[in-house]
Nanobody, 127 residues
């Protein structure tokens, strides 16, 4: 198991930017499919963006392509999500998630496919 902790959430006006970070600790010898999900009130948790820490192209939800960028640091145990041009529909709780596997479609966007989760960080977007 790996422990995940998110940071960087907050409140921003529509059109603004936020940067989320997820720090991993614990059993980090493996490479992970790691990234971000979000959940708005009354809605299901949805995949936003993930990457494989061993390399390869990331996956993005269609709703965030061109606005969000996922990246990892050189030590792989931290993943970031740069969110630009934020919209009101981007608001919600953002969760960092990881699984010991490569990322592939369509499983990357299903929260049931991930077994390591952070507590979440709130993102509010005002119009």
């Amino acid at each position: 198991q790996v422990q995940l902790v998110e940071s960087g959430g907050g409140s921003v006006q529509a059109g603004g930017s936020l940067r989320l970070s997820c720090a991993a600790s614990g059993y980090t010898d493996f490479r992970y499919c790691m990234g971000w999900f979000r959940q708005a009130p009354g809605k299901k948790r949805e995949g936003v963006a993930v990457l494989y820490t061993g390399g390869g192209s990331p996956y993005y939800a269609d709703s965030v392509k061109g606005r969000f960028t996922i990246s990892q640091d050189d030590s792989w145990n931290s993943v970031q999500l740069q969110m630009n041009s934020l919209k009101s529909e981007d608001a919600g709780v953002y969760y960092c998630a990881a699984r010991i596997a490569t990322c592939d479609s369509p499983s990357w966007s299903k929260d049931t496919e991930f077994d390591n989760w952070g507590p979440g960080t709130q993102v509010a977007v005002s119009s």
